[in-house]
Each structure stands twice: as C-alpha cells, then as structure tokens.
C-alpha cells in the first residue's frame, strides 16, 4: 500500500510552472530520492507535500487520507517530518533543547500545563535516544549556533527523527558538507534506514549519495516528472543523461 499519493500536484507562481503535474506513489518502507537540476521544483515539491504552500491543483495524500493543504503542524501530527536545505535550528538553545522540543511537538497533550511534566520527561528520553543513536552525546549540552556545519546538518536529522516520523524527507542532508563527512553521514543514515525500515524521501545532488541509499529515483526537469524507476534504469534513461547527469 502506498504511504504517499501525489495526483497531478502543481504549483504556480504567476506564469512560473514549478511544480508541472507531478504524480507519485512512495510504498512504506521505500527510499525515494528525487533528483534534478537547480530550479527543477524538488524543494517546492517538499513544501507541498508537508503543508508550506498549498497546490494550484492536485492532491495530497498521506496513509490513505487527504492532506492538501492542511497548515504544516497538523501534518507533522500526523506522521510526517522533513529537514531543510538551509539548516533550520534554534542556535542558542543546546542541542538536546532542539531535539526535545522536536520530540514534544508530536505530543498531543504538548503545551498543556496538567500533564505538562510527563510529556516533558517523555520528550527528553526520546531526545537523548536519538542523539545517542546519531553519535551527538557528546555536544547535547553545546548551544546548536556552536556547532560545526556537519553537527548542525546530523542535528537537523535527530530533531526529525525525534518526532517519530512515518515519513522523513531529507532536503540536501549532505548539502555543504566535506568528502569525509558525507561519507560518515551517508554510512549513519544506511544504517539507521535499514534498521528502522523508514519511509524517506530524498532530495539530493551528489548522484554516490543517491545510488547509496535509494530503492528508486524519481527525476523532475522543468518541474515536471521526466523518469521514474530504479536506479539501474534510471542511470541507463537517454532523458536523464541529456537533463541531468551528462550526455556521457
């Protein structure tokens, strides 16, 4: 069963198309990466899909429900969590702060004073859980802005995986990071996908990093679909090649 429906979505800004009719289906447990040149419509993708900006058309649709348009909150209430392509922390807070506040927002009963200490206690276990799991003990207690860029993107993920998301869309995870960092990240994230049979999507540039980690590529161009398949059959697309990945 798929986890995400998307139905001919597209967005308008003006007489700009950025997102052209885009239909997908993501099964559970799949790692879909969606590849394509700068100004391709990947990341405008991702912010109709979690509720940033609503659709000139098309539909949403999350385990079987439709969530076009509903306000970002309620989407991430109801299973899905994203990074951003410009890390998104509050950098005086510590890092165990920002992962704590990312693990309390899933809580129904999250700002309510009657209660308020179990769901705080709730939300700091499942804070050092994660940073523990992501190798980040060591700095929880550091504020976020002292970070190093490849902490502040690894950061980014464990506040995401605090909410116990059904959906993680990873927004360039290795965007600005050196050739041994992307390695150690790209290895965490195989691991952590693996064990925790996680439903991704992926926004990425760097191709190793796709064929890394992907089950299936879906390319835009022009903010329209122009191939979806595996990453063999993705690799071998004419289209693809001339769009994207080199004529060669």
């Not at 885009?22 to 559970?28: D, H, N, P």
């Not at 004073?113 to 992501?134: Q, S």
Request: aromatic share 4%; glycine share 8%.
């Amino acid at each position: 069963m798929a986890l995400l429906e998307l139905d001919e979505l597209t967005c308008r800004f003006g007489g700009l198309v950025a997102v052209d009719r885009v239909s997908m289906r993501v099964e559970a447990g799949e790692v879909r990466a969606v590849i394509g040149p700068n100004g391709a419509g990947k990341s405008t993708l991702f912010n109709l899909i979690t509720g940033v900006r609503r659709p000139s058309r098309g539909r949403v649709r999350f385990a079987g429900q439709d969530v076009t348009g509903l306000p970002p909150a309620r989407i991430c209430q109801r299973g899905v969590a994203r990074t951003f392509q410009l890390t998104a922390l509050f950098p005086g807070m510590s890092a165990r702060e920002n992962v704590r506040l990312a693990a309390q927002a899933r809580e129904a009963r999250r700002w309510q004073f009657y209660g308020g200490a179990a769901v705080f206690a709730r939300a700091e276990e499942r804070a050092d859980a994660v940073l523990e799991r992501l190798g980040l003990t060591a700095i929880a207690n550091r504020p976020a802005g002292t970070l190093s860029h490849g902490d502040q993107r690894l950061l980014e993920v464990a506040m995401a995986l605090a909410q116990e998301p059904r959906l993680l869309l990873l927004d360039e995870p290795t965007q600005g990071l050196s050739v041994e960092e992307t390695a150690q990240a790209v290895a965490m994230l195989s691991g952590l996908l693996a064990e925790e049979s996680m439903t991704v999507l992926l926004v990425e540039h760097d191709m190793e990093v796709v064929f890394r980690l992907a089950h299936r590529i879906t390319v835009m161009h022009r903010g329209a679909v122009i191939a979806d398949g595996t990453v063999e059959a993705v690799r071998q697309d004419e289209a693809v090649q001339q769009a994207y990945l080199g004529a060669a």
